[in-house]
């Protein structure tokens, strides 16, 4: 049924969404952010579904936009390149409104929109080698659609010390940074998420789906005026010369011209 991702339910209800690129690393592509977002409506709507693990398959958990989605970006004009910032904010959105609880199973590195995806998630385990990182700004282009979702988890102040510079980070300063809940070695990760699953299992669906519909209210859910802007932003972000000169580089295996 879908092309990028698989999604595997147990008899008790435990489904695993898996990113399904290995080749790309699970980077997402068009057809990604529309088998998610699919994905997600069809997870909600069934009722058997108790719990959700979002995980990706190979050694990366998704290393953000794939590159040849963003030169197709490149040649694009700004209101089809809105239209994909938008794809990207209702993937985001799907899964951060999913009425089941949504546990990260992070096994790998995640950058720009994958930490965007985990960000997302009601809760985030990773292993402990991975690295993270916003990777944006040194194409010329900022992490803006899943800002709402990031800064709602990480809070203003810690997103500052990572959102803008592009650095890589590890799996302990992202547990420090809010991104993840904990990090364990990759042989303990499998019984790390099985221990965030199981009490679910014993509550209320209903009362699940309700307890964490309230919790994205009383904290402040991403609004439409914010989802917006961050499409606006990256929209006009990618008018900009720097963009065109970022990618442009990335392309021709040259540094940018911002780069010592």
């Known amino acids: 049924?879908?092309?990028?991702?698989?999604?595997?339910?147990?008899?008790?209800?435990?489904?695993?969404?898996?990113?399904?690129?290995?080749?790309?690393?699970?980077?997402?592509?068009?057809?990604?952010?529309?088998?998610?977002?699919?994905?997600a409506a069809q997870l909600g709507a069934d009722e058997a579904v108790r719990v959700v693990v979002l995980t990706g398959a190979g050694k990366s958990f998704c290393a953000g936009g794939d590159l040849e989605w963003m030169r197709a970006q490149r040649d694009m004009d700004a209101p089809t390149r809105s239209a994909e910032a938008g794809k990207l904010a209702a993937m985001l959105g799907a899964l951060n409104s999913l009425p089941k609880p949504l546990i990260g199973k992070v096994q790998g590195n995640a950058f720009g929109g994958g930490v965007g995806m985990a960000s997302v998630c009601d809760v985030a385990i990773g292993v402990d080698s991975l690295k993270m990182g916003f990777t944006e700004t040194r194409l010329g282009i900022i992490p803006a659609t899943i800002g709402p979702y990031v800064i709602a988890r990480m809070g203003e102040g810690p997103a500052r010390r990572v959102f803008m510079s592009a650095r890589l980070f590890g799996a302990a300063e992202a547990v420090d940074l809010g991104l993840l809940a904990r990090s364990v070695a990759a042989d303990e990760l499998d019984a790390a998420v099985e221990a965030e699953v199981v009490p679910y299992l014993s509550c209320a669906p209903g009362a699940v789906a309700a307890a964490k519909a309230l919790a994205l209210e009383l904290g402040g859910a991403a609004s439409e005026a914010a989802v917006a802007l961050s499409i606006k932003a990256l929209a006009e972000r990618w008018e900009t010369e720097e963009a065109a000169e970022g990618i442009g580089a990335f392309f021709d295996k040259r540094k940018a011209a911002w780069m010592g």
């Open 1 to 39: 049924m879908f092309e990028t991702i698989t999604i595997e339910t147990d008899a008790r209800g435990v489904a695993t969404l898996t990113l399904n690129r290995v080749e790309k690393h699970n980077a997402m592509s068009a057809q990604m952010l529309a088998d998610l977002t699919d994905a």
